[in-house]
């Protein structure tokens, strides 16, 4: 079993800076994608950002030149660097990694989510 634990979510103004963190521990024989999502009550959960065990990334329109997303796979520690943010952003988000746990198999896990709040 993995488990992704995240953290650094909280309330801040609008133009502030969150670094959200999120570790995964567990049976891990490598991670390939590891990513951000967002979900607002009664909506669809929606892509901020991901980066491939390369260090690709990609991101959502959005947040283009605002977020950043890196990872480390020493500590298979991915992290979102949210600057500049606006009431828009808030939301619970989700970290996310396509595991390999096996020889054979790959996964999806999930964190537990952590909320962001931009008030104005």
């Known amino acids: 079993q993995v488990h992704l634990v995240e953290s650094g979510g909280g309330l801040v103004q609008a133009g502030g800076s969150l670094r959200l963190s999120c570790a995964a521990s567990?049976?891990?024989?490598?991670?390939?994608?590891m990513g951000w999502y967002r979900q607002a009550p009664g909506e669809q959960r929606e892509l901020v950002a991901t980066i491939t065990s390369g260090g690709s990334t990609n991101y959502f329109n959005s947040v283009k030149g605002r977020f950043t997303i890196s990872r480390d796979n020493a500590k298979n520690t991915v992290y979102l660097q949210m600057n500049s943010l606006k009431p828009e952003d808030t939301d619970v988000y989700y970290c996310?990694?396509?595991?390999?746990?096996?020889?054979?198999?790959?996964?999806?896990?999930w964190g537990q989510g952590t909320q962001v709040t931009v008030s104005s």
């Open positions: 996310y990694a396509h595991v390999r746990t096996t020889r054979w198999y790959y996964n999806d896990y």
């Open positions: 567990g049976s891990i024989f490598s991670i390939n994608d």
